[in-house]
């Protein structure tokens, strides 16, 4: 996180955070309130490896920030923390956000986050994101949610688009569907223009070589 005063990196100790650069200091709560979706994924597996569901995360996260969705990735999101301060960062994030993303890879791993959040069920909007698995592996309490599978060709997409309903973003939505509409007229356009240049210039040539042709 960013301090507001100066921009430079916040170090949370103690519940409270340091600017490095000019020593502000902010409560632990500090940029959480803004939080809009919480990423719900195991982070490590029995072997201490980073998992599949980790990686999915990540990737998820960059795409929702990149459309200015504040969107809580613990790896990202509050990479130095650990212990009591990590936990309160957490509770402060799931506190606020509006839409909880269940994220895994393994049947394993949805019923360890089911036991981890199912608390915050019933005051958030849940989207479980599952790959490797059949929808029918995941917990029953997931069954009255609509699951995507992260395979799916334009799932990412997808994804995205309902969120930014969920959030009453739906503009957006339809500027970008004009953007791609207009970009692909644009190709569209340029293809066209090409082909008939080539043509052209396939037609000087032919006229140049039948007119020297008759001068011989």
Same mark, same amino acid.
């Given at each position: ?5 100066? *921009? ?37 597996? /029995? %072997? ?39 936990? @309160? /960062?957490?509770?402060? /994030?799931?506190?606020? @956000?509006?839409? +909880? ?7 394993? %791993?949805? $019923? ?34 609509? /699951? ?7 799932? $990412? ?12 973003? $739906?503009?957006?939505?339809?500027? $970008?569907?004009? %953007? ?19 043509? *052209? ?6 006229? +140049? ?8």
């Amino acid at each position: 996180m960013k301090c507001k005063n100066c *921009g430079g990196e916040l170090i949370f100790q103690n519940g409270m955070g340091i600017c490095e650069n000019c020593k502000n200091t902010y409560h632990l709560d500090y940029g959480f309130e803004k939080t809009e979706v919480y990423i719900c994924y195991t982070e490590s597996d /029995a %072997h201490g490896r980073r998992t599949k569901d980790s990686i999915m995360a990540d990737e998820l996260y960059q795409k929702l920030e990149s459309k200015k969705i504040h969107t809580f990735y613990e790896r990202k999101s509050v990479p130095s923390l650990t212990g009591d301060d990590l936990q @309160a /960062a957490n509770y402060q /994030a799931i506190y606020h @956000a509006k839409i +909880l993303l269940i994220i895994g890879a393994s049947a394993d %791993h949805f $019923e360890h986050l089911m036991q981890k959040y199912t608390e915050y069920f019933s005051e958030k909007t849940v989207i479980p994101v599952y790959t490797d698995i059949r929808p029918e592996e995941l917990p029953p309490e997931l069954n009255r949610v609509q /699951a995507l599978n992260y395979n799916t060709i334009g799932a $990412e997409a997808d994804l995205i688009n309902g969120i930014l309903r969920l959030l009453g973003r $739906e503009k957006e939505i339809k500027l $970008e569907e004009l %953007h791609q509409r207009t970009g692909k007229r644009k190709k569209i356009v340029v293809i066209v223009l090409s082909f008939l240049l080539i043509i *052209g210039i396939v037609v000087v040539a032919i006229l +140049l070589l039948f007119r020297e042709s008759l001068v011989d």
